[in-house]
């Protein structure tokens, strides 16, 4: 289990890509697939909003903007993460860091 996961596994259930085995899926087609099991998408990836037309799907997204994406500034930020789950809405993006 990743330190991520680990740091939030008591309140929320959480996946990886790989364990779904949605690795190398394009963005708009991974948005699909999330929306129809999950109700929030948590990402590093600040070209997602800019990609994908986020009002057109019915996940929230949340963007984490850590100083770097290793582990121990993304765990960092799971506080304001896990503070930023319930607020989230469906089709937008919600930014939890820098």
Known sequence: MSALKAAWRDTFTATRLRARGWRGISNGELLKLAQAEFDVFVTVDRNLSFQQHLPSFSIAVILISAKSNRIDDLVALVPALLSSIPTA??????NVGR
């Open 89 to 94: 809405k469906a089709g937008s993006v919600a």
